[in-house]
């Protein structure tokens, strides 16, 4: 069965994610003009967006276990998946800048006194010079390995990106719990070894 799946994927273009990405935040643009996102659409939106950025960087986390522990290869959408998580931030970002706060004098005092904005920026900041290099240029500039090093930052965004989220819900709240849960078990995936290979 899995190797099946592997030669489907293997056919499957990374592209169509890229065509396919915008879907979702257009889809939620059009709710919030036409009143289906409740009585305050604009927070409805940056929910949204940053939920579905979360999700995405989960989906980016679970690729290497998925290949490690399931002989199950995704690897090839790894880089689509993690950019278009990015480009969700970037859009939860932008909801919150231009469409919630709107004063920008505001916007460094929210930064600096509310801790949940606070670990949610962090992790935007990790995560961008990851979007950033996201190409085979950056990797044949910087080398392989320090490319893999640099890029093992996203563990701790995903990571902060998980607290910030917890942290936005008001009480205890199931689905930012799991959402944490999953990323931490993920996490702890990694110190696993992988199959056919010995313990160090």
């Known amino acids: 069965m899995i190797q099946v799946l592997n030669g489907r994927v293997r056919r499957m273009p990374a592209g ?8 979702p935040a257009l889809w939620w643009l059009y709710l919030g ?5 409740g009585v305050e659409p604009i927070k409805a939106l940056e929910h949204r967006l940053g939920e579905f950025a979360l999700q995405l960087l989960i989906a980016g986390l679970c690729i290497s276990p998925l290949r490690d522990h399931f002989n199950l290869n995704l690897v090839k959408f790894r880089r689509a998946i993690s950019l278009i998580a990015f480009f969700y931030v ?9 469409l919630d706060v709107q004063i920008w004098s505001q916007i460094w005092a929210d930064i600096l006194k509310r801790p949940y904005i606070t670990i949610g920026m962090l992790a935007f900041a990790l995560l961008i010079p990851l ?4 190409n085979d240029l950056s990797v044949r500039r910087m080398g392989p390995l320090r490319w893999r090093k640099m ?18 819900a008001k009480g205890w709240q199931v689905e930012p719990m799991l959402y944490f849960a999953i990323i931490a078990g993920l996490l ?4 696993i070894p992988r199959r056919g290979r010995a313990a160090a």
């Open 16 to 23: 169509m994610l890229y065509f396919l990405a915008p879907i």
């Open 33 to 37: 003009m036409t009143g289906g996102l």
């Open 90 to 98: 970037v859009l939860h970002l932008a909801v919150w800048l231009f």
């Open 131 to 134: 979007a950033v290099t996201s």
């Open 151 to 168: 890029h093992k930052l996203a563990y701790p965004a995903i990571l902060l990106g998980g607290v910030h989220y917890l942290m936005v």
């Open 188 to 191: 702890a995936l990694r110190l």
